[in-house]
């Protein structure tokens, strides 16, 4: 049962406010979470409840939201059973009492509900993500590494925010991220060789200034070779253009590296052609989250021969991604916790996407801390694959180096998902 709930303002990797939760149960035990936060935000996210209090951290302190974990969320909650994660979520969403949990705040919403379902796994003394769903056996994600960062996460020359490495072709996790870091290490080497930067951006990636956005494309293309692997075989790429923060309206402006504007039948016809050049596997936000548009009309062109991710587009919302897919405007979404801001339904928007056939990529924030959930929830999931930002940077590699550790312990218990298999083969 809960018998406490403690909340700290802690920072996040970018150094700005954010929430650090711990629930004590009557048996003594206790579990903490952290929340984190993103920088390019979907319209439609949870709201992250700020102090907008200037004289502190410039209006980003989180006390507001510490002060409703330890009063409101806490007298709800007290008594409890740890193990009701849903009964628990919808006595806070019900408390909340709006549609965006702007009133207490979607990041103590969050961290009460991850850290409650740390204390439930303690309690029954299981791995949380063996105590998040109980199976025989389970799948573990193809890590999606962000290795050249843009758009809002570094002052590179790049409009799009990120390119991925997907190391498809590994027999195992570890495997996949030795992969992943080696070709990283490779792609550090090029850089420097052309005198290039080598500083990194928030998700770890390199932040250099190229030509043009398409360098970035040859230039992991090149570092998969000079890293011993073979592109679109052992390692593909995954794009996260994030459109919505170059969309003008009907348009999208590449500001950074060339400046033009393109239509969204231009813009399609670029990651047409991308997709002819370069092995990638999946696009992410390739359109504006307001233009549903041109994500139904890349879907119905390219959906065959590569993934299409929603992220600002569905923001983790059962509902929007329920219209999306009745509207056909992907073929995947991105999952991230504090979009939604219950672990329930978080597994709500999985299971929508599953039973559609859907692809799943549990992810990160770019503002992030060591919290590991979105490691165990990823393999309890089945959800395929993971995105955790670079093999640099500490809060990155905590969910790398946690699901290293779940893929040791599960031993033949596990294998590894192959959610791009089908579009490697088309290709
Ligand atoms: P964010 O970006 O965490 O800065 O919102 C991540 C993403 O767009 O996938
Ligand atoms: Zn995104």
Redesign the pocket.
């Known amino acids: 049962q809960i018998a406490r709930l403690q909340a700290l303002e802690i920072l996040d990797s970018r150094g700005n406010p954010t929430l650090s939760v711990t629930v004590t149960l009557t048996d003594g035990n206790s579990a903490t979470a952290s929340v984190p936060s993103?920088?390019?935000?979907g319209l439609h996210e949870a709201v992250e409840l700020r102090d907008d209090d200037r004289n502190r951290y410039g209006g980003k302190g989180v006390r507001r939201a510490a002060a409703h974990v330890e009063g409101e969320i806490a007298d709800a909650l007290m008594g409890l059973d740890a193990r009701a994660q849903s009964d628990i979520d919808h006595v806070m969403i019900a408390l909340d009492g709006t549609d965006t949990k702007g009133r207490l705040g979607g990041n103590a919403i969050l961290g009460v509900s991850i850290a409650v379902a740390r204390a439930s796994a303690l309690a029954q003394g299981r791995p949380l993500y063996r105590s998040l769903n109980d199976a025989d056996d389970y799948l573990l994600p193809v890590p999606c590494m962000n290795v050249l960062n843009g758009g809002?996460?570094a002052d590179s020359s790049l409009d799009f925010?990120?390119f991925m490495i997907v190391p498809h072709g590994a027999p195992g996790f570890a495997e996949a991220v030795r992969y992943g870091a080696e070709t990283y290490a490779a792609l550090r080497s090029l850089l420097h060789d052309r005198g290039l930067a080598t500083s990194v951006g928030d998700e770890g990636g390199f932040a250099p200034r190229l030509d043009s956005n398409e360098a970035a494309c040859e230039l992991i293309v090149a570092a998969i070779e000079r890293a011993g692997y073979r592109p679109g075989v052992d390692i593909a790429i995954a794009l996260?253009p994030?459109a919505s923060s170059f969309a003008e309206g009907e348009s999208y402006h590449l500001s950074r590296s060339r400046t033009r504007r393109l239509d969204r039948a231009a813009l399609l016809a670029l990651y047409g052609r991308w997709i002819d050049a370069y092995p990638i596997v999946s696009i992410?936000?390739g359109f504006g989250e307001e233009d549903w548009a041109g994500f139904i009309d890349q879907t119905a062109d390219q959906g065959d021969r590569i993934q299409i991710v929603g992220?600002?587009l569905f923001v983790t919302n059962p509902r929007i991604i329920r219209e999306g897919i009745a509207r056909h405007a992907a073929n995947a979404a991105?999952i991230k916790p504090n979009q939604i801001g219950t672990v329930t339904e978080t597994i709500e928007a999985v299971r929508i996407c599953q039973q559609a056939g859907w692809g799943t990529m549990v992810?990160h924030?770019?503002?992030e801390t060591a919290d590991d959930f979105i490691a165990d929830f990823a393999v309890a999931m089945g959800a395929g694959q993971i995105k955790s930002g670079a093999p640099c940077r500490g809060e990155r590699l905590a969910k790398y180096n946690r699901l290293i550790a779940i893929e040791a312990e599960l031993g033949d218990r596990a294998r590894m998902a192959a959610p791009f298999a089908r579009y490697v083969e088309r290709r």
């Open positions: 993103g920088a390019s935000t809002k996460h925010q990120e996260d994030a992410e936000d992220d600002d991105l992810s924030r770019s503002g």
